[in-house]
């Protein structure tokens, strides 16, 4: 039989919606305890955190309320003291991408978690949509050759500004790549099991909100010689999103508005999950999935998924395409993901 853990989960802004919604369906985990995670005053309590949780109005008792493992739901310049607590306590951490919002502090969770006991988990949902699974699964066995294109285009509609507009702060969010685009540069990577070697990108703010970069392309290289591209408009009215890969002799395409996935040749695909753009949060395909991989690391189980390449991948390819941005020139990355 399973073991079910307690969950404290640390922010309760629009996407703690989500994120409480899917781990209370894997059925692996309790919501035992909820807190905003950055002053916000003394707000009432969420209407959506369970009843049979505490709510505090201080992070840290949250730690102390005897959790197992902790969700980080945050602000992303406020990540890393969360992180640092929460290894001093021992509990086990699923934090939301992006870990921090600048290269350097997140190279600093990073060395931090590599050296804790307990599991530390990046919420880059998208690896466990059940059509990301499939196209992994055959690339790893073999049934299809490894792709020489991988795409992502992403069409929606402008940042929620969240608590006192953080997610329209360059300086809070580390910019739109890094913000937004991280799930995407995360499976370009986790497609070609490989690390990106240089890094072009091209946009600018094309609506009202300073200094939000809301419309880009993006071109990612990756040591085997395979290429990535990234089209992101978030000046819609309503979520377009299209995942695609080719390679020799195959293709594979997810459109998230008709929820379908397609191999060609054909090949099984499994049907995503629904999902829902509302006020109540927006649940990205694989959100299910996730928890019920972070519970089994919790058990002691490795997870393919997790390991086929770092999450820290995502992060170096995102800073990139920010300098790229802002210097007008490609960015190289060396092996140790330092930019030039």
């Known amino acids: 039989m399973s073991v079910t853990y307690r969950l ?22 309790t919501i035992v305890a909820g807190s905003h995670g950055h002053a916000v005053g003394r707000p009432e309590r969420p209407a959506h955190l ?28 406020t990540h890393a003291d969360i992180v640092r607590a929460a290894i001093a306590r021992g509990v086990h951490i699923l934090c939301e991408k992006p870990l921090a919002h600048s290269i350097d502090e997140t190279r600093e969770i990073w060395r931090a978690v590599q050296c804790a006991t307990t599991v530390f988990h990046v919420g880059m949902e998208l690896r466990y ?11 790893e066995d073999g049934t299809v050759e490894q792709p020489q294109l991988v ?8 940042f929620r500004p969240g608590v ?22 995360d499976l370009f990577a986790l497609v ?18 300073p200094g939000v970069v809301d419309q880009a392309m993006v071109l990612v290289g990756f040591l085997g ?15 377009r999103l299209r995942l695609g890969a080719l390679g020799r002799g195959w293709s594979f395409e997810y459109n998230s ?3 379908t996935s397609e191999f060609q040749p054909q090949l099984p695909v499994p049907a995503p999950p629904e999902q829902r753009w509302q006020d109540e949060g927006w649940d990205h395909p694989g959100e299910v999935q996730q928890f019920q991989a972070f519970a089994r690391r919790i058990d002691g189980e490795t997870d393919g998924t997790a390991d086929r390449v770092s999450p820290l991948w995502a992060h170096v390819i995102a800073c990139a395409a920010e300098t790229s941005l802002t210097s007008g020139r490609v960015v190289h990355i060396d092996e140790a993901g330092n930019l030039s």
């Open 50 to 77: 369970p009843e049979s949780a505490t709510y505090h109005t201080d992070w840290q008792e949250v730690l102390a309320s005897h959790a197992d493992a902790i969700v980080i739901a945050t602000p992303n310049d």
């Open 164 to 185: 006192r507009e953080w997610r329209r702060s360059a300086k809070r969010t580390g910019g739109t790549f890094l913000e937004k685009n991280c799930h995407h540069f």
């Open 8 to 29: 404290g989960v640390i922010g309760l802004g629009n996407r703690s919606r989500s994120l409480i919604r899917a781990a209370s369906e894997c059925g692996r985990f």
């Open 192 to 209: 070609f099991g490989d690390r990106p070697v240089s890094v072009h990108a091209m946009g600018a703010p094309f609506s009202t909100i």
């Open 151 to 158: 795409w992502a285009q992403e069409f929606r509609p402008p």
């Open 129 to 139: 949509a059940p059509a990301v699974q499939s196209l992994v699964g055959a690339l």
């Open 225 to 239: 010689g395979g290429s990535a591209t990234l089209a992101l408009d978030m000046t819609q009215s309503t979520q």
């Open 257 to 259: 508005l008709t929820d």
